[in-house]
């Protein structure tokens, strides 16, 4: 792709603030742009663009690379990797555990974790809301989502922060050591279950071992895939929006003490921040045929980011789109969590942690502010991946 341009530079230094006014003037002056980072992409940042894309799947594939830059080394992981029909057994065998209903009745696991975490770093007065806290829930909250043992629960914490860690990093070393050692978690836990069969209705991994296709069963190592990719799918983007909230939060007492005055007011809060802070900027898609989109010509096999957190703070889509705008009159519109057949399956259990979180950080402070240097994620991710707090309890 030496040919193309480069319009924007993925890999300059940013801070917290600095990738949005860069989205925005490529929404007004490049909507559809390129870089020859990594290889060379297209990033989409207009709302109608990565919408349709999303949408289409049938010519924007995900099966050839799924996020920009490629983090993917060790082998396809379903139902992300796959396109329809091929990736629908997945997500029929997964989806029902993931339901609104099955969410909420987490919350009280939720709940008691986010507690147990808060509360030594609150009496401490200080500590990372990401590296301390947020890193933390949503690893622990999955291991319980899986029915993991005691020890797989301690393991998965331990595996699954460095991963994350590691991806955020760009530590690509870590990041293939780290992935082995999921798949090798999720071998074990495959084998347990077919030792010691679980409930598909509440167990995930027994749920895949059950599910059919076209009669047969689904193939072992696409299983171990589809596990390993569960066990870390849901890891990293609230670790990136708690941080992302705790700064603006920060950055708006007014608002943190009417939220801590009015916690009915919270889950409001919560999809005005998604749509403030969507976590993703790199999920990818390559068309498998040319298009036209805004003008540019995309070849077959070229990547296109979509850039959802641009997409979200479109202008033509979203009045006011930078400021934070409590029970904002279209919020249902954002695309937080993607569109189409890969639209995220634990954005219900996404939304509970992210409130539960908010809500128990409120309830035991009378106030927190920023302390220290904000350290912000990189592509494919978008936000706060360090913020140091100092908590009035």
């Given at each position: 792709m030496t040919d193309r341009p480069s319009d924007f530079d993925p890999l300059a230094p940013e801070t917290f603030d600095s990738p949005y006014p860069i989205y925005a003037e490529l929404r007004a002056k490049c909507p559809v742009a390129h870089t020859q980072a990594w290889g060379g992409f297209w990033a989409l940042t207009k709302y109608d663009d990565v919408r349709n894309a999303a949408s289409a799947f049938d010519t924007f594939i995900t099966s050839v690379q799924n996020v920009v830059p490629k983090v993917a080394f060790t082998g396809r992981r379903p139902p992300l990797h796959l396109d329809p029909p091929e990736h629908t057994p997945y997500r029929k065998a997964l989806d029902p555990l993931l339901t609104k209903a099955k969410a909420e009745a987490l919350e009280p696991t939720v709940r008691r974790i986010a507690v147990d975490l808060l509360d030594?770093?609150?009496?401490?007065?200080s500590a990372d809301i990401c590296a301390d806290f947020s890193s933390h829930l949503p690893i622990r909250v999955f291991a319980e989502w899986m029915n993991l043992s005691e020890a797989g629960v301690a393991a998965l914490s331990e595996v699954g922060r460095a991963y994350n860690v590691a991806v955020q990093a760009a530590i690509d070393d870590v990041v293939k050591v780290t992935s082995l050692q999921l798949y090798d978690m999720a071998r074990d836990l495959i084998a347990e279950r077919k030792a010691n069969p679980q409930d598909p209705k509440i167990d995930p991994t027994s749920a895949l071992l059950a599910a059919r296709a076209n009669g047969e069963p689904l193939p072992d190592e696409l299983i171990i895939g589809t596990v390993r990719q569960v066990l870390v799918v849901g890891i990293i983007a609230p670790t990136v929006m708690i941080g992302s909230i705790?700064?603006?939060?920060?950055?708006?007492?007014?608002?943190?003490?009417?939220?801590?005055?009015?916690?009915?007011?919270?889950?409001?809060?919560?999809?005005?921040?998604?749509?403030?802070?969507?976590?993703?900027?790199?999920?990818?898609?390559?068309?498998?045929?040319?298009?036209?989109?805004?003008?540019?010509?995309?070849?077959?096999?070229?990547?296109?980011?979509l850039v959802y957190a641009s997409a979200n703070r479109d202008e033509d889509v979203f009045e006011n789109p930078d400021q934070f705008i409590l029970n904002r009159p279209n919020i249902n519109r954002h695309l937080a969590f993607g569109m189409g057949p890969h639209a995220c399956a634990g954005s219900a259990l996404a939304r509970v942690e992210l409130r539960v979180s908010l809500e128990e950080l409120l309830a035991r402070t009378k106030r927190f502010e920023v302390n220290g240097e904000i350290k912000p994620t990189r592509f494919p991710e978008i936000g706060a991946l360090n913020v140091p707090l100092r908590f009035e309890a």
């Amino acid at each position: 792709m030496t040919d193309r341009p480069s319009d924007f530079d993925p890999l300059a230094p940013e801070t917290f603030d600095s990738p949005y006014p860069i989205y925005a003037e490529l929404r007004a002056k490049c909507p559809v742009a390129h870089t020859q980072a990594w290889g060379g992409f297209w990033a989409l940042t207009k709302y109608d663009d990565v919408r349709n894309a999303a949408s289409a799947f049938d010519t924007f594939i995900t099966s050839v690379q799924n996020v920009v830059p490629k983090v993917a080394f060790t082998g396809r992981r379903p139902p992300l990797h796959l396109d329809p029909p091929e990736h629908t057994p997945y997500r029929k065998a997964l989806d029902p555990l993931l339901t609104k209903a099955k969410a909420e009745a987490l919350e009280p696991t939720v709940r008691r974790i986010a507690v147990d975490l808060l509360d030594p770093l609150i009496a401490r007065g200080s500590a990372d809301i990401c590296a301390d806290f947020s890193s933390h829930l949503p690893i622990r909250v999955f291991a319980e989502w899986m029915n993991l043992s005691e020890a797989g629960v301690a393991a998965l914490s331990e595996v699954g922060r460095a991963y994350n860690v590691a991806v955020q990093a760009a530590i690509d070393d870590v990041v293939k050591v780290t992935s082995l050692q999921l798949y090798d978690m999720a071998r074990d836990l495959i084998a347990e279950r077919k030792a010691n069969p679980q409930d598909p209705k509440i167990d995930p991994t027994s749920a895949l071992l059950a599910a059919r296709a076209n009669g047969e069963p689904l193939p072992d190592e696409l299983i171990i895939g589809t596990v390993r990719q569960v066990l870390v799918v849901g890891i990293i983007a609230p670790t990136v929006m708690i941080g992302s909230i705790a700064v603006h939060l920060s950055r708006n007492q007014d608002l943190q003490s009417q939220l801590r005055a009015d916690p009915s007011l919270i889950p409001a809060a919560v999809e005005e921040y998604l749509r403030l802070y969507t976590p993703y900027r790199g999920f990818a898609r390559t068309a498998n045929k040319e298009v036209q989109i805004g003008g540019q010509t995309i070849r077959p096999g070229e990547p296109i980011a979509l850039v959802y957190a641009s997409a979200n703070r479109d202008e033509d889509v979203f009045e006011n789109p930078d400021q934070f705008i409590l029970n904002r009159p279209n919020i249902n519109r954002h695309l937080a969590f993607g569109m189409g057949p890969h639209a995220c399956a634990g954005s219900a259990l996404a939304r509970v942690e992210l409130r539960v979180s908010l809500e128990e950080l409120l309830a035991r402070t009378k106030r927190f502010e920023v302390n220290g240097e904000i350290k912000p994620t990189r592509f494919p991710e978008i936000g706060a991946l360090n913020v140091p707090l100092r908590f009035e309890a």
